[in-house]
């Protein structure tokens, strides 16, 4: 069975940073693309990072060069490095497991809250 | 950059009713790449149909999806209990992803 993990949300001050961190187990890890997917209080799903098998990654444009997606294959463990954080990164983040451009399995999700 | 436009926002309906949700695209996608999600209050999204059609494992044979092209659809034949949730379409391409703004189906 598919386990994913999510640790290190919490509340931090805009212009911050936070790592999130995500634990997986019952699958070959090395093998996939992992993403991270957001969603905001009250609203619908956005999509933040993905990593793939070979290390290449990919953001969407409201993180990219502030946020930073990596993996440790030997700890089937994925990250996210989140700088310069801004109020509307307030959100639950989650892990996901991506196969064939879709999110077969997903944690239970982190929260994020930027405030001051 | 695809934008996925779900209709209609709010499907209000009863328990054995059909239900029908639609997700049109900005310009035409791969199907092999489109998939549905269902999410109920305070739980992660779960993936329901992946490939446009293929059901996910575990879900029942009451969910279908359909499509091509620009144009998808989700149908739940007769709406049980559980089901009642909102649903949020979704496609990958050119290394990005795009979900919809989410179907919710209500209990009438």
């Known amino acids: 069975e598919v386990q994913l993990l999510e640790s290190g949300g919490g509340s931090i001050q805009p212009g911050g940073s936070l790592r999130l961190s995500c634990g997986a187990s019952?699958?070959?890890?090395?093998?996939?693309?992992m993403a991270w997917v957001r969603q905001a209080p009250g609203k619908g799903l956005e999509w933040v990072s993905a990593i793939l098998s070979d290390d290449s990654t990919s953001y969407a444009d409201s993180v990219r060069g502030r946020f930073t997606v990596s993996r440790d294959n030997s700890k089937n463990s994925l990250s996210l490095q989140m700088n310069s954080l801004r109020a509307d990164d307030t959100a639950v983040y989650y892990c996901?497991?991506?196969?064939?451009?879709?999110?077969?399995?997903w944690g239970q999700g982190t929260l994020v809250t930027v405030s001051s | 950059e695809i934008v996925l436009t779900q209709s209609p926002g709010t499907l209000s309906l009863s328990p054995g009713e059909r239900a029908t949700l639609s997700c049109r695209a900005s310009?035409?996608?791969?199907?092999?790449?489109f998939a549905w999600y269902q999410q109920k209050p305070g739980q992660a999204p779960r993936l329901v149909i992946y490939g446009a059609s293929s059901r996910a494992t575990g879900i029942p044979d009451r969910f279908s999806g359909s499509g091509s092209g620009a144009d998808f659809t989700l149908t739940i034949s007769r709406l049980e209990p559980e089901d009642f949730a909102v649903y949020y379409c979704q496609v990958y391409g050119n290394s990005r992803v795009t979900f919809g703004q989410g179907t919710r189906v209500e209990i009438k």
């Open positions: 996901a497991q991506r196969v064939e451009g879709s999110f077969r399995s």
């Open positions: 019952g699958f070959t890890f090395r093998l996939y693309t």
């Open positions: 310009q035409s996608v791969s199907a092999n790449y």
